[in-house]
Each structure stands twice: as C-alpha cells, then as structure tokens.
C-alpha cells in the first residue's frame, strides 16, 4: 500500500516515443512506432490489438523484458534505459510482477514456493498476514503444499497471481493470462486482477485480445501496426468489440 | 529416411560435438597404445634382428632351466659358460668364415661429477669388444678398438650426453671393484646411439674376461660360415666338437628367441595401457547412452510425427543407430589421428614415471585404424541400442498430446531384477575370490558389481541427492533449486553420474590397493630388518664392497645379501642368499621351526611358512633342486620361517650361494652399529664414496623408499585412470546442457521474475555439484569396498596389511566437486545468457 500512499502523481508505468525495429534494412519490421502511453497507479489497463499489432512488444519494452531501439520506459519514477542486465533483473523482482499466458510456474518448487519466489531470490521475507489473506482470497490454501504438475490449469494461474500480487508491486503485467483457460476458470482470475486493483489499489496492465477480459479494465488501450489506435475509459465487452472491429479484424 | 537422419545430425551439431569428444578421447588412448606398442616392438625388433644379422651360429650352454627366464639381449645368467678352447676348434673348420668368443657383465660408468651413470630401466653392460669380426653388432664411429687393458670403448649415447671425448679417462664400477680406463673409441649398436637405454662399456677380449670372472671360457661363441659354406652340414660338423651341455643354434634361431622376448615384455605394457584406453571406452559409453536416452527423449514429438507420415520402426531403429555410427565414425577418426600425438604423450608420460622407452619413428599400423574404429563406432552403436528401442516404441500418438519431457519414469523391474542379480553373482563370487585369494573370480566380483550399481544407482538418486545437495541450501533459492532439480530425473542424475562413479570408484579401489601394499611393505621392513643401515643399488654391486662396510668403526655386524634364480622342484624361484654371521643381528627372520644361522652356516635351504605348508615341507625335508652353473642336486630344509614378502620364500647361505652361482653380485648389504655411533651414516657415506651406484639408507629411510617407489606406480595409475574421469565430466557438461536446453522456458521464467545471471549459474552449478558428489560418493564407497577386496585376495602375494586412506578418498570427494564446478561453467553461462524474451516465447 505504500506505493499507492506516495502520491500519484507519477504514473504506474510510462512509454515515451517506444519504438523498436527488429531487423535491418529491407528486412526491418517496425514493430512498435513511437508509443507513447502512460498507465495510471491504481489503475487496471488492458491492452488490445490485432496479432502483430505490437502488443506484446509494449509490454515486453516497458517490463524491461526487452530492449527498445528508442525511446524512454519508466517503471514509477526509473527510467529503464540506462540499468545493465543485474538492475534491470532486480526492478522486476521487486517492483513488478508477472503473469503469463501459460508455463507461469517454477515445476519443481511447490505452490507456496512459487508465491514467494521472488522475495526467496531476494533474500528477503514476505509480510505473513498479506500472504494468508492472498491465498484464503485466492482459494488455494490447501494447495500450497503440491507441485504445479498437481495443479489444475485455473490453480496454477491463481498460483501465479499470488506470485504477481505478494509483493505489492508498481506494476503487475499479464500477458493473455486467460488464454489457456475455460470461461469460468477465466472469470475467476480476471475477478481477482479486478478486485486487487479495487481493493487494493494495485496497478495492472493486461494484454489480451478477448474483448471479455477487457472489460474488467478501467481503460482499454488498441494498438495497430505499432501505433496507440485510439482507447475506452470504462469499456464494456461490446464497445471493445466494436472498436477491435474497426481497426480490422 | 537417411536424408533425416543427417538432418538430424547436423541440427544437434553441438550436442553431437559434445557426444564424440566422449569417444575421441577413448579411441585416442586406445590408438595411442597400439601404436606405441607396435612402435618399441618394431625398435627392439629390429635391434634384436641387427644383432643377429652376420651370426651363422651361436654356440651356447644349453638352457639350464625348462621354464624361460625374462632375459635381455645379452642375457645368459642361466647357461653355463663355453670353454675357450671350442673358439680355436670349430674355427679350424672348413667353411668357418670368423669365429668370435663374447663376453659380458656388469660395468657402469662414472659421470664426469662423480655420480653413476644409470639411465632409466636400461642395463649397464660391460663386454669384450670383436675389432675384427663381421659378427658384432657394435659399430665403430670414432676412434679405434681397445687393445689393451687399459682401453674402452663407450656408446655414443652415454659419450654424448655426458660430453666425453676420445682419450678421456673414464671411470668403471665393476664386479671387483672398479677401474680407470681411456676412452678410444665410440660405438653405436647398429644404427642405434645405444641399445634399447642401456649403457655400454666395451673392452680388449682377454681384459674383458678377467674383469668378468671368465678367465678361460666365454658366455657364448658367434660364428660366421664362410660365403657358399653348406649350413646345414657346417652345423653337424660344429655340434659334434661340442661337450655334453654345449649347443650349437642358428642366428636366426637365437634372434627369434630374443624376439620374442621383448615381445613378451612388451605386450605386458601394452596390454596394461590398453586396459586403461578401454576403461576410458566404457565409461564413454555411458555418456554416450545419457545423451541418446535424453535426445530420443526430447525428440518425441518429432520421433511422433515421423511415425504419423509413415515412417516404419524399423527405419527410426535405423535413423537413430545411423546416427550413432556416423558419430562413432566421426569421432574414432579424428581419435585415430589424435592417437599419434598421444602414442607420443604415453611414451613422454612413461619416462616421467621411470619407465624410459628407446626413441624411434612411429610404427602406423592397418591393424591399429580398423580396431580404433571397429571399438570406437561399436562402443557408440551399442550405447545407443536402448535409446534407439525407446525411440521406435514412441507411438504416433505422442505427436498430437502435449509432452513433458522431463517426468521421473519409474525403474523398470526389469532393471531392479537385473541389477539385483548382477549385484548377488558380483558379491558371490567377490566372497568367493577373497577366501580362494583368486585375484579373476574377485576381478569378474567386482567388475559386476559396478555394473550393477550403475544400474540400481537411480533407486539411490533421489534420496541421496535430497541429502547431498542439503548444504547448498545456504546459498539461497538458487542452491535449493539446484537440488531439486538434481532430484527431478532421478534416472538422468544416476545415469550422469555412474559415468564418474565407475572412475571414482577405480581410482578409489587403486587408492585403497596402493595404501594396503604401501603400510604391507614399511611392515615388512619393520618385522624383518633389524639393520641400521642398508646398502643397496638398482643393479647389483661390487663384491668389494661388504669388505669395506665391515671394516668401518661401530660396526657391530654386516649381511651381505644375494639374490639368484633357481629351479625348486619343477618351478623357477628366487633363492636369496646371506651371511650367516651377522644375520641375528641385522635380520629378524621369525623363525617358526628349525634354526637360522647355523643352517645356512651348514649350507640348508630356510623357506617361508605358506611355502613349507603347500609343499608339504618340514625341517629335515630334502627337496630336488637344480642351478644354472651346476645342474641337478637336493637341498635340505634346515628351517621354516613366518611368511615376508620382502625376504622371498627361499633363503640359504653365503658360502652355498657363491658355490652355485657364477660370479654373482651382491644386491644389498645390511649393517648394525653400536648404539650412538655419532655421525656413522656421513663416514659410512664418505667410505663408499668410490661406489657411487650405491643408495645408503637409514632403515626408516629404506622404508619410505620402499613406500614411495609403490606412489609413484600409483601416480601412474592415477593418470591413465584420469581420463576416464575426464570423460565423465564431459558425460556431466553433456548432460547439463542438454538439461538447460530442455528448461529453456522455466529458466526464462525464472529471470524474468528477478533470478539474476549470477543465481542462474549458481543453479546450475549447484545441480552439477551434486551430481559429482553423487558420482564421487557412491564411487568411493563401492571402490574401498572393492579396493579392499582385492588386498585381502592378494594377501599372499604381499598384501599383509589392509589400509583404507580416507584423507585421499575424502580429497577424490572434494576435487570431484570442483570438477563439477569446472563442468558446470559452460552450461551455467549458457543458462544465464539465455535470452529472456525468447526463453519465454519459445515453445
């Protein structure tokens, strides 16, 4: 909560003219032109676009997976160009978190192990009281013994979702994290990312390309050929139909 | 379907690189020691056939014993010398070109700085030098003959190396003693500088054989027969000038003997070094098995859809085995080239140990590229048969499911039924080895049952691998996930790991083999040698010299010690010989019936406790013996004595010794002083500073020689036995990298949720540390118990004492830990250079 406390004025997160090329000369794919964009504290953002709109590609430059050929990422008040490999790696152990559309956990540590991870990797502990209202919340209590092989697909992005939330971080990406699961186990998670920024004040930037999942955003943001195209304040799931039609698909 | 498996080949260029250099490494020891043997068998072969080249006949005593003795060129100790006056007869004959009488014996040189000369495992020779004749091998490459007493010819080696030159005075340890003689000449022994590292001292034929003890007799007559003389019938003529115990034989008869001798002496070296190639082969093997179990594995789905298109079993059985004799191939060719360069490596690596070969051009062989080759491509194609049957069992199905490659599948019972079996046969006939003290049954005991437990090993991987990588949980998430993932595939770890298990475990077995022999032989000096001094020298000594120790101050008692062969009952023995007189106080023989000194003072025969009780011997018992020099003749057993190896079986008297013996040498002396004879060993040292072949020790000293001359052996040992180890660490780098690839992805993810590099490579080095230390441990563990084995079945052959090291085990444990630290760093720098975005994009 204390990131949340600091005043917001600064955004969660901000790009600045992101561009990247990936190739050269005739072969030179532009997958991100000039993006700019900023996703507010406490917000939940979602992220839409046709395939090769260069979604994932945002997401990957501003989580400091990724480098741009230019243009500034902020993550809060850093900005990410000028951190090396090691600092790079230890803002996103400590200030962001991650949910991935599948293969979200570490297969030979157990649930509970996976939720504290990140801490674990810092040497540092997790706040017990924050962790047990996590998994009660999360319903995975009596699943924090067992492996992720033990896990049914829903458990396991739940699992995830704790990891992402456990250390109140800036910002938590999650990458199509409905995209391998059934409508209700859909609901479920995509429940939780709301609550979490309802509740608590968390900043969560999601992609996906289910106008569904969109519609638990605050805002929806569409890119296309690697352009901001336009976006939906408080999006129902039929707007974000509409638009997605719009820019042809 | 041979398109794929090429295909396949290449796409896996790495991976196949990693898999040959397994073999490479093999089949270049293996070609290494072929050419090397087939290098110093064609040397001292040819050495031998130029000997013998212009030599009709030799006549010679007949050969005193039926068993052959291991005998150099020149050697004839067990043959009677020929009278000289059968020289003057046969060359009277008709058709008789030249006839020359040789003699020979001990004669070592004198360095310029006053230390003997004595180059390696070469002999020092002395012999009367032919200046006329065609018959001898010698060439004379500078200088003239010696003619007088006073003259001697060198071989260029020693000349060469030691700068003398022409006129030079030189000085000879000789059986009576020694002498200065000038330099005339330099000779070379046929082509070669020396012959095969011994040195060579030749003189004018009378002085030769007074300073041999050979007045009147030569150890042997060459003859040269006369262009067109009829050999057959030159032969007859010649046999019948001959005495009962003479005889005449071919050159190339004698050429053919001494042949095979050397081939005799040399096969046990190679056969020695081929054993070692072949360990490094086995334990290749089981790399080679890893990686193909775990490619097939991550190939599945490819393996799949080949199945779906229509591909049959029989051809993926073929794809798969192909790719494995193309690697084989691959890899026992470029071994095979390697394999020059290290026939010349053994040969540098034998002299550092003392074991010094004469130089010459390598010997290539066809012999040697088709069997580098036919094991090389066979050792891969075998270990890869499993992997190549679990490939064509993938059923066309597995192409369409998602597969995770990296589930721990259960031990097939087959396997537990197999490795149990294996391991009670071992465990049998180890059982029965050690009581019957049968080195084959303990040898085929415990060569099962590492077998068997590099089969059972994955049942132990897990829980031991939980226990072993417990430590690393202090270095944090990263230690512990090492851990786990060293637990994830439990047949994968033990797999990798059997590869060092089988090295460890032989380098273990040698430890423990090598410190048993090492307290065996200090215990034996301790109970047997009551001396305080011992003289001794690699070769045998001047007979002058017991003289000159006794004389000395403080001297309470001398022993001279001799050593000879000699035919107890059927069987050629060593016999060793002292002086009775002072033996009760510088040898403690335990006897266990009869008397010592005054038995060998009457000349009886002493022998040991186990060889009275096998042959059924008591005080009193007159056994048949028989000697070189004086033939058939009985012995009486006059006591029996406890058991030493450093004694022998057999011991009698001085005076009967040198009755039955020709000219012998004595090989030691020991010496008792009074107590608090200050300064003794320096004035002992002085006194004998004319011999300086000769070692002075203190009795402690003498001991820790004894143990170090058995270290080095060890050394040895420890580095031929170091390439399978080095083998097993590549099956470790393999298996890492294979395994990094395989978790691609979850390595991704780790980054991505803020594992640093350096956590990424602790992971991986903590995994490979563990797998080490499995390997390293269970070698240990199953080496000791086989190490100690062996000792016990050797306690008849000198092994008296079991030792285990457990310094040296633990450090075999701690280095292989760093080697899998060493092992880990190129698959821990590819994990942590991973590119985290395609780690987590990739499928």
Known sequence: MVATQQAATLPAARAVELTKVYGTGDAAVRALDGVS???????????????????????????????????????????????????????????????????????????????????????????????????????IVDRLEHRPSELSGGQQQRVACARALIGRPELIFADEPTGNLDSNTSTEVLGFLRDAVSEHGQSIVMVTHDPLAAAYADRVVFLADGSVAGEIRSPSADAVLAQMKKLGR | MRRITLRGLLARKLRLALTALAIVLGVTFVSGTLVLGDTLNRTLGDLVGSVYQHVSFEIRGKAAFNEKTPQGVTGTADRKPVPESIAAEVRRLPGVADVFGSVGGYAQFVAPDGSSIDDGAGKNLGFAYDPNSQLSPFRLVAGRAPTTAHDVVIDK???????????????????????????????????????????????????????????????????????GADNVQLQEAISRLLPTGVEVVSGQAVANELTDAVDNELSFLSTALLIFALISLFVGGFTIFNTFTITVGQRTRELALLRVVGASRRQLMRSVLGEAALTGLAASLIGLGLGVLAALGLKALLGAFGISLPSAPLVFQARTAIVAIAVGVGVTVVSAIVPARRAVRVPPVAALVEHSEDQPAATPRRRIVAGVVLGLVGLVALIAGVSGANLTLVGVGSGAMLVARALLARLV???????????????????????????????????????LMIGIGLVSTIAVLGASLSTSAADQVDSAVTADYLVTSSGGFSRSVPATVSGLPGVTATTAV???????????SSLAAVTPAGLARTVNLHMVDGSGTPALAAGRLLVDASTASSDHLHVGSVVPVRFAQTGAGTMTVGGIYKTNPLIGSFVTGEQFFLAHFDTPLPSGVLVKVTRGTPGFQARLN?????????????????????????????????????????????????????????????????????????????????????????????????????????????????????????????????????????????????????DVLAAIASQ
């Open chain 2, 686 to 834: 002085r006194r004998l500073a004319a011999y300086p072949n000769l070692t002075i020790q203190t009795r402690a000293q003498f001991e820790s020689q004894q143990k170090a001359s058995i270290n080095q052996l060890l050394g040895l040992i420890y580095v031929l036995l170091a390439l399978a180890v080095m083998i097993a660490l590549i099956g470790i780098v393999n298996t890492l990298m294979l395994s990094v690839f395989e978790r691609t992805r979850e390595i991704g993810l780790l980054r991505a949720v803020g594992m640093r590099r350096g956590q990424v490579r602790a992971m991986v080095r903590s995994e490979s540390v563990i797998v080490a230390l499995f390997g390293a441990v269970l070698g240990v563990v199953v080496g000791t118990g086989i190490g100690l084995a062996l000792a016990s079945a050797l306690r008849n052959n000198g092994v008296t004492n079991l030792s285990v090291p457990v310094p040296s085990l633990i450090a075999f444990v701690i280095l292989s830990a760093l080697l899998g630290l060493l092992a880990a760093t190129w698959p821990a720098r590819r994990a942590a250079n991973l």
């Open chain 2, 157 to 227: 080696a020693t000349a060469t190396k030691y700068h003398f030159a022409l006129g030079d005075p030189i000085r000879v340890l000789l059986p009576d003693g020694q002498s200065t003689f000038t330099i005339t000449g330099i000779v070379t022994f046929g082509d070669s500088n020396t012959l095969a590292g011994d040195t060579l001292a030749g003189f004018e034929q009378t002085t030769a054989q007074a300073l041999f003890n050979s007045r009147g007799h030569y150890d042997s007559i060459n003859v040269l027969a006369a262009p």
């Open chain 2, 461 to 499: 991987a897990r829980p031991l691998a939980d226990v072993l990588g417990r430590p690393l949980r202090m270095f944090g998430t990263p230690g512990k996930l090492g851990r786990q993932n060293s637990m994830r595939n439990p047949g994968r770890t033990a797999q990798t790991a059997a590869a």
């Open chain 1, 37 to 139: 964009l900023e996703l507010e504290r406490g917000h939940f953002t979602a992220v839409m676009g046709p395939s090769g709109s260069g979604k994932s590609t945002l997401m990957h430059c501003m989580a400091g997976l990724d480098r741009p050929t230019a243009g500034h990422a902020f993550i809060g008040e850093h900005e990410l160009d000028g951190l090396d490999d090691a600092d790079l790696t230890d803002l996103r152990r400590d200030r962001i978190g991650f949910v991935f559309q599948s293969f979200n956990l570490v297969p030979m540590l157990t649930a509970g192990e996976n939720i504290t991870l990140p801490a674990d990797l810092a040497g540092a502990s997790v706040e017990r009281e924050w962790f047990d209202a996590l998994v009660r919340q999360l319903g």
């Open chain 2, 562 to 572: 001799y050593r000879g062969q000699f035919e107890f009952g059927n069987s050629l």
